[in-house]
């Protein structure tokens, strides 16, 4: 186990490697991108450019982060986490520009504080595509009126070299089910309210809970870690046996697919995305209340649920980006 939580590690320092050859100076680069990175545990967002930066730059893509070196072809933009002057000063004649869009953001924060029209003027003024995380999320942009340019779908993924299912636990017949939630956002729509219900309500002769990350509510008998880096949590996922997402109006919650991808059938709150990715991998519920039945089914239907599983591969998420940046 020792030995396999080592490459793991080493997977995830590659990642990290890759983001700062990215942000090192480049006299000439193949693609730009905007986004403000920070180094994990953080949010969603950030996780999956930064797997996607690793996977470009496995293909031999030279990448800039906050530059447009001599050469760029193509601009990705992460919604509205970039400097905005920045980019307006160093953009060049030429650079396709493609506007990676959340949200929509008063939706997924449950208050509207102006960043969606300011994305839907940015995107007016610069974008010449856009990529949304789900159709839950292209829909909802269209419903309150926010047009954006050549909408395409295309999801995130996880890095497979650090989120996968190689070596997880199995569940055993009378051992204990192990359940696991995540959350990086404290937002009372990440759904910590409905875990609290889920802790009054679970069988804790049968099974074990534990939550990753913070919270706005205490817990009493949930095991609880602070936020991990990328490696420690998929060792965590692999060590549990089904997810619980209370995450509400999601683009696309890479909590969930990280989870999904380490070979964990998921009980998810049908809302935003989530039943977009889970599929038949898992069964959604409307009130906390319907947790424990759920959960039950999930663990009497374990292996046929963890067989469902279908997580779109970064590879796969990668050559798309390709596309729509007309790199392929």
């Not at 839950?136 to 942009?141: A, K, V």
């Not at 709150?269 to 991998?281: I, K, L, P, Y």
């Amino acid at each position: 186990m020792g030995r396999h939580r080592g490459k793991v590690r080493m997977a995830a320092n590659r990642v990290d490697v890759a983001v700062e050859r990215a942000t090192a100076p480049l006299r000439r680069a193949d693609l730009a991108i905007f986004h403000a990175f920070m180094r994990p545990p953080w949010g969603g967002g950030n996780q999956f450019l930064r797997a996607l930066v690793g996977e470009l730059q496995r293909r031999g893509l030279r990448i800039a982060v906050n530059r447009v070196p001599h050469g760029t072809r193509a601009c990705l933009v992460n919604a509205f986490n970039f400097d905005e002057r920045r980019l307006r000063a160093l953009m060049r004649p030429g650079v396709r520009i493609v506007h990676r869009v959340d949200g929509p953001v008063a939706v997924s924060r449950g208050y509207d504080d102006g960043i969606d029209e300011w994305i839907v003027r940015f995107n007016s003024d610069f974008a010449d595509a856009t990529i949304f995380q789900s159709t839950f999320s292209r829909d909802r942009h269209r419903e309150l009126g926010y047009e954006l340019r050549a909408p395409v779908v295309i999801p995130n993924a996880p890095d497979p070299s650090i989120f996968h299912a190689l070596g997880r636990r199995q569940l055993l017949p009378g051992a204990p089910v192990r359940l696991i939630a995540t959350s990086w956002s404290q937002n009372p729509l990440k759904g910590s309210a409905d875990l609290k219900r889920l802790e009054e309500l679970l069988d804790w002769s049968r099974y074990e809970l534990t939550f990753v990350g913070r919270s706005p509510i205490a817990f009493d008998r949930v095991r609880t870690l602070p936020p991990q880096p990328s490696a420690e949590l998929a060792e965590q996922l692999r060590q549990h046996h089904i997810y619980v997402t209370a995450h509400r109006n999601e683009a696309c919650s890479n909590a969930l697919l990280e989870a999904l991808s380490c070979g964990c059938p998921a009980a998810y709150v049908r809302s935003g995305s989530n039943a977009e990715f889970v599929g038949d991998a898992g069964i959604g519920y409307d009130e906390a209340e319907e947790l424990p039945g759920i959960i039950d089914e999930l663990a009497r239907d374990w292996h046929e649920r963890q067989g469902a599983i279908a997580v779109k591969p970064l590879a796969e998420i990668a050559d798309r980006y390709l596309e729509v940046l007309g790199l392929a």
